[in-house]
């Protein structure tokens, strides 16, 4: 727990030195094309960028301790109000995509183990296959073409409609917020704006819960208490579905914790496709303007949330393991 | 001779398929077992011992495992026809099973009481006695009255403080006391067979007996017949009142124990005597067999033993020996039984 603040540190370090190093004028793209470049300089010495990249560095960092995250050069507004205002809508796009993917994955893993080289195994194969060969990006295409256009069941983008009023903010996740303000019509306008982003989001690592848990349960049946089980009159259903998936699961959390990090950075592309107000449309609109402040923001948001969901893994393998408990 | 036997395996033919073809892993067993029986079943691995306990509770995987013939009569019905749901309804009620290794057997990520309790559910579904609760009882009340059940067989088995102990681990529990679970968890059902495949061999000496004397009066108290797999002749010294010695997935000799040790008939089992290392013997005068077990994929046409044995002739050669009868339920499956032939 304690490496966290050095890799953090770390990360600072190196977005910051990229944001300085990439060719291109970020001050003089913010002041607009017809800067003169005095007022440039002004610009440059409003936020401070005229200084050494050295006491730049040691003020951002300064600031950070206080919770400053910086400001943009080209909203003006505070790094920290964006972060606070899009990191739920990427949170609850993460843990939506994860709750199919581990609610869908695990189950289908243990049956495709139980019922291997037979029609559930090889139906749980092709559709891995084409899960993990297909991009986010396309396939959130794809949805938004067939249930967007053709059927016209789901709405093609957006978190929620503009014109209505959205729940009162308690969480920051709508569906949540709906539920709180017992507003079920919401609820359902916030499940069907995230039901295909999610969807996007959720086949990789859903097809690699579901190969995972695959392996981890045919070894787990391998096992000699599983024989035990069998011999002493149990069932079938009762070994498989409490006895070996406990086991089975514990080697599948790794793949959970990873996934989610990775799903973390991953929201840029179907955060844009489906106009999802995230992190990673944040930071898509950030990077194309070099405006280095949201992006490092982003960075160590992204990073902690990261570490964070490891910790919670470590102490999953303790609930699932009493022998990790113990030791 | 009144009560008909327990178990009664009549010339049971397995074969096992492997990368380099099929091979005859048992070729014709006979072992019948009545109640208040311990049959001590011994051979060296690879002899087919654990295949034919495994055999009994239909726990042999197949493919690759094929039964090519002969029956294995439990009360009276063949375990060979029953289907998976008929022998789960004999698996841990009728028949129990304990098996060689206590730390690879129970499930690590649950508490024993958990184990325990759901194969006392399992059983209680098919002898409503176990719990003694009735059958309409809630699931909670059945759950409780499982746990009742499980703290006295814990302590059945001796595990002092069972009421605390069984909401352990198994990793917090000795090697030998996992084996007491273990017999605990066999026994919970009350079967009328207990099927115990090396149940000692992983322990320490010192804990070995301790563990055969808790099976001897197990045996005696709830009336089982009991098959001990081993491949220790001390062990079935001490626990057994009858053996069977196993050779290349063949019984070559078998009987009581006292009439067995103090007179072996079959040349394999006089072998496998004098390779007992004594007390009196010195440093390099241990004596083995020479020469290998059989190839099973070929396995040979006569005497499975025949190419390993001093006194085999042609005769041995030319088709498998049947059981002769010594006196007394002592049988051997050679053509020159006794201990007359010893000098050659």
């Known amino acids: 727990m304690l490496l966290t603040i050095p890799v953090l540190l770390g990360l600072t370090v190196l977005v910051f030195a990229i944001g300085r190093l990439l060719p291109g004028d970020p001050v003089a793209l913010a002041a607009g094309p017809n800067a003169t470049p005095a007022e440039i300089a002004a610009y440059a010495r409003e936020f401070g960028l005229d200084r050494p990249v050295w006491v730049q560095y040691t003020s951002y960092l300064t600031g950070l301790l206080g919770g400053n995250f910086g400001v943009s050069i080209f909203t003006r507004r505070p790094v920290i109000e964006d972060l606070i205002a899009y990191t739920p809508a990427t949170l609850e796009l993460v843990f939506a995509a994860m709750a199919l993917a581990v609610l869908i994955g695990i189950p289908a893993g243990l049956a495709a183990a139980v019922y291997r080289d037979r029609w559930p195994d090889y139906l749980s194969r092709v559709a891995a296959l084409g899960a993990i060969s297909m991009p986010r990006f396309f396939l959130g295409l794809l949805l938004q073409l067939a249930f967007a256009m053709w059927l016209g069941w789901l709405p093609l983008g957006g978190r929620f409609p503009l014109t209505d009023d959205p729940p009162r903010l308690v969480t920051g996740f709508l569906t949540v917020d709906a539920l709180i303000a017992q507003d079920l019509s919401a609820f359902w306008t916030a499940c069907r704006h995230l039901a295909m982003p999610a969807i996007a989001m959720s086949l990789s690592p859903l097809a690699t819960i579901m190969r995972m848990m695959r392996a981890s349960t045919l070894e787990v049946m391998q096992q000699d208490y599983v024989m035990t089980e ?98 | 001779m009144t009560e008909p036997p327990l178990l009664d395996i009549r010339d049971l033919h397995l074969s096992m398929t492997s990368f380099d073809g099929e091979a005859h892993v048992l070729a014709g067993v006979n072992l019948s077992v009545r109640r208040n029986e311990v049959w001590g079943v011994v051979g060296e691995t690879g002899c087919g011992k654990s295949l034919t306990g495994l055999s009994i509770s239909r726990l042999v995987p197949s493919p690759p495992a094929r039964y090519l013939g002969g029956e294995i009569l439990f009360d009276g019905r063949d375990l060979l026809s029953l289907d998976e749901a008929g022998m789960r309804n004999l698996r841990g009620h009728r028949i129990g099973m304990i098996f060689q290794d206590p730390t690879t057997n129970l499930n690590p990520a649950f508490r024993i009481g958990e184990q325990l309790v759901d194969v006392a559910l399992a059983a209680d579904r098919r002898n409503p006695d176990i719990l003694g609760v009735a059958a309409r009882a809630g699931w909670r009340t059945r759950r409780r009255a499982a746990r009742d059940v499980a703290v006295r067989t814990l302590a059945e088995v001796g595990i002092t403080d069972a009421a605390e102990r069984i909401d352990a681990y198994p990793h917090e529990f000795s090697g030998g006391m996992r084996q007491r679970v273990l017999i605990a968890m066999a026994l919970i059902g009350r079967p009328d067979l207990l099927i115990a495949d090396e149940p000692t061999t992983a322990l320490d000496v010192s804990v070995q007996s301790q563990i055969l004397a808790l099976l001897a009066g197990m045996v005696r108290d709830h009336a089982m017949g009991v098959i001990l797999i081993t491949h220790n002749l001390g062990v079935v010294a001490k626990a057994c009142s009858h053996v069977a010695v196993m050779y290349a997935g063949v019984i070559v000799e078998s009987g009581p124990v006292a009439a067995l040790l103090r007179k072996p008939s079959h040349p394999y089992t006089r072998a496998l005597m004098a390779s007992i290392p004594t007390s009196g013997v010195r440093r390099g005068e241990l004596k083995g067999l020479p020469g290998q077990v059989p190839n099973l994929i070929k396995p040979p046409r006569g005497c499975r033993f025949a190419p390993r044995c001093a006194q085999a002739a042609e005769a041995c050669r030319a088709g498998p020996p049947q059981p002769v009868d010594l006196g007394g339920g002592h049988m051997a499956a050679c053509l020159k039984p006794g201990p007359a032939a010893e000098a050659a």
């Open chain 1, 230 to 327: 069998r011999a002493l009159g149990l069932s079938q259903r009762l070994i498989v579905t409490k006895y070996v998936a406990r086991n089975a699961i514990s080697a599948t959390l790794t793949v959970i914790g990873l996934y989610f990090g990775w799903l973390l950075g991953g929201t840029v592309l179907v955060e844009t496709i489906f106009d999802w107000p995230g992190l990673g449309l944040y930071a898509t609109k950030a990077v194309v303007t070099q405006d280095f402040m949201p992006v490092i923001g982003v960075t160590l948001i992204i990073g902690t949330l990261f570490v964070c969901a490891n910790l919670v893994v470590d102490v999953l393998y303790g609930v699932i393991n009493p022998k990790v408990r113990t030791e």
